[in-house]
């Protein structure tokens, strides 16, 4: 980004932003559309309205896009000033959450908390206060982590007891994708190689350690490796899911034409919406969704990219871990609804029926939008600084030497 002139950098802001604009929408249409198609079925039956559930994303879509643009206009700054207390709002929200009384549980898990209508999902709040508060410890601590390995594990440590409020749910699914993002943020800022690999195999064995003593996540491995073994028990999911890959084939069979949607798959509309979109639009359609989340991880990457090139090192951070969060959840809600990935609960980005998960990605992706503003206001700055100086040298280069003249 350095080597581009003043024009090239706008015309790439403006690209950038558009092209963001663009995927963002394409990827909300999908969901709309195919969250409809999948829920109403079930919303028929369940709540004698086809649209209830469609009507309800809608609404949920339309919230996000508010909070969204209540998100852009607050300057950078403010959330990296924000970090530890949004740090203090997550850990009291995941000790709320598991109280008695106030803490909602569905399907043996206690994630959620009730508002009146609203159901919160707890962990996906957790997510976007995670990465503000790592990217400004970045900020503030960059040399200790790349000299001291002490420094590297200072955020590990704090963020361990969320892991475990988060295990105490459980969300499993949750704990991967976060940890997995604060990783890779801490490994952009400049980590040591080695102690970076030490922590990695030191989480992934304790990963293991939690998914071996655990019954049910034991099942879902067992369901992932042979899932055709026990295709009425811990396979059935998977097993539904796959036949839904199978039945959309190329092209798949039409809007509204899903088998698998009349209560034969499970959370059709929720986590496992990839297998209805397979279904009705076959690899086609899949490969499209998968190419616009490929771009828009890009995209935003790159915002980081001049972020970080410009001096804005928190949007920097910020943005690479929103990036690669809402990459890693994407590519694990596919790799799931596909059989590549053991079972998990995280929604489709944009696209699975949620309210709290739908709104959030709306917050982040209002950051990521925020920080290439403020990149382009950085830029233009620096132009601005440069502009004076180009004036003075011309000046000076225009104006009669009085030595030239003494020696003539």
Same mark, same amino acid.
């Given at each position: 980004?350095?080597?581009?002139?003043?024009?090239?950098?706008?015309?790439?802001?403006?690209?950038?932003?558009?092209?963001?604009?663009?995927?963002?929408?394409?990827?909300?249409?999908?969901?709309?559309?195919?969250?409809?198609?999948?829920?109403?079925?079930?919303?028929?039956?369940?709540?004698?309205?086809?649209?209830?559930?469609?009507?309800?994303?809608?609404?949920?879509?339309?919230?996000?896009?508010?909070?969204?643009?209540?998100?852009? #206009?607050?300057? /950078?700054? %403010?959330?990296?000033?924000? &970090?530890? !207390?949004? *740090? $203090? =709002?997550?850990?009291?929200?995941?000790?709320?959450?598991?109280?008695?009384?106030?803490?909602?549980?569905?399907?043996?898990?206690?994630?959620?908390?009730?508002?009146?209508?609203?159901?919160?999902?707890?962990?996906?709040?957790?997510?976007?206060?995670?990465?503000?508060?790592?990217?400004?410890?970045?900020?503030?601590?960059?040399?200790?982590?790349?000299?001291?390995?002490?420094?590297?594990?200072?955020?590990?440590?704090?963020?361990?007891?969320?892991?475990?409020?988060?295990?105490?749910?459980?969300?499993?699914?949750?704990?991967?994708?976060?940890?997995?993002?604060?990783?890779?943020?801490?490994?952009?800022?400049?980590?040591?190689?080695? #102690?970076?690999? /030490?922590? %990695?195999?030191?989480?992934? &064995?304790? !990963?293991? *350690? $939690? =998914?071996?003593?655990?019954?049910?996540?034991?099942?879902?491995?067992?369901?992932?490796?042979?899932?055709?073994?026990?295709?009425?028990?811990?396979?059935?999911?998977?097993?539904?899911?796959?036949?839904?890959?199978?039945?959309?084939?190329?092209?798949?069979?039409?809007?509204?034409?899903?088998?698998?949607?009349?209560?034969?798959?499970?959370?059709?509309?929720?986590?496992?919406?990839?297998?209805?979109?397979?279904?009705?639009?076959?690899?086609?359609?899949?490969?499209?969704?998968?190419?616009?989340?490929?771009?828009?991880?890009?995209?935003?990457?790159?915002?980081?990219?001049?972020?970080?090139?410009?001096?804005?090192?928190?949007?920097?951070?910020?943005?690479?871990? %929103?990036?690669?969060?809402? &990459?890693?959840?994407?590519?694990?809600?596919?790799?799931?609804?596909?059989?590549?990935?053991?079972?998990?609960?995280?929604?489709?980005?944009?696209?699975?029926?949620?309210?709290?998960?739908?709104?959030?990605?709306?917050?982040?992706?209002?950051?990521?939008?925020?920080?290439?503003?403020?990149?382009?206001?950085?830029?233009?700055?620096?132009?601005?600084?440069?502009?004076?100086?180009?004036?003075?040298?011309?000046?000076?280069?225009?104006?009669?030497?009085?030595?030239?003249?003494?020696?003539?």
């Amino acid at each position: 980004m350095n080597s581009l002139n003043p024009a090239q950098q706008l015309a790439f802001t403006l690209a950038s932003r558009q092209w963001l604009l663009i995927i963002i929408a394409a990827l909300a249409f999908c969901g709309i559309v195919i969250v409809t198609s999948a829920s109403m079925d079930i919303a028929s039956i369940d709540n004698e309205a086809p649209f209830f559930y469609a009507k309800r994303h809608g609404i949920f879509m339309l919230t996000g896009m508010i909070v969204a643009l209540l998100v852009y #206009q607050v300057p /950078m700054a %403010i959330w990296e000033r924000s &970090g530890g !207390a949004l *740090l $203090v =709002v997550s850990y009291l929200l995941l000790v709320l959450v598991l109280i008695p009384g106030v803490g909602k549980s569905v399907n043996g898990s206690t994630r959620w908390i009730n508002f009146g209508p609203i159901n919160i999902q707890i962990s996906e709040i957790v997510k976007v206060c995670a990465m503000i508060y790592v990217a400004g410890y970045l900020v503030r601590r960059v040399d200790e982590i790349r000299k001291s390995f002490w420094g590297f594990m200072k955020p590990v440590i704090v963020l361990s007891v969320m892991v475990l409020l988060l295990l105490k749910q459980p969300d499993f699914g949750a704990v991967v994708v976060i940890m997995t993002s604060v990783f890779a943020m801490l490994f952009l800022a400049g980590v040591k190689l080695s #102690q970076f690999l /030490m922590v %990695i195999l030191g989480s992934v &064995g304790a !990963a293991s *350690l $939690v =998914v071996f003593t655990s019954e049910y996540r034991m099942n879902r491995v067992i369901g992932y490796f042979d899932p055709w073994a026990d295709q009425y028990s811990s396979g059935y999911q998977l097993v539904q899911s796959l036949i839904a890959f199978g039945r959309g084939e190329w092209f798949g069979l039409g809007l509204g034409n899903s088998i698998q949607k009349l209560f034969y798959l499970p959370e059709a509309h929720t986590d496992f919406v990839f297998a209805i979109l397979a279904e009705e639009f076959g690899f086609v359609g899949n490969l499209f969704v998968i190419a616009l989340y490929i771009m828009l991880v890009f995209i935003a990457m790159s915002i980081g990219r001049r972020a970080e090139l410009l001096g804005k090192a928190f949007n920097a951070y910020l943005v690479y871990g %929103i990036s690669i969060l809402i &990459g890693l959840q994407a590519m694990i809600n596919v790799g799931v609804s596909s059989g590549l990935l053991p079972t998990k609960g995280l929604t489709l980005p944009f696209i699975s029926y949620g309210g709290s998960s739908l709104i959030i990605t709306f917050l982040m992706m209002a950051l990521v939008m925020r920080a290439d503003y403020e990149n382009d206001h950085a830029s233009a700055e620096l132009q601005d600084k440069k502009r004076p100086s180009a004036k003075a040298a011309k000046s000076t280069r225009n104006k009669p030497s009085r030595l030239r003249g003494a020696a003539v």
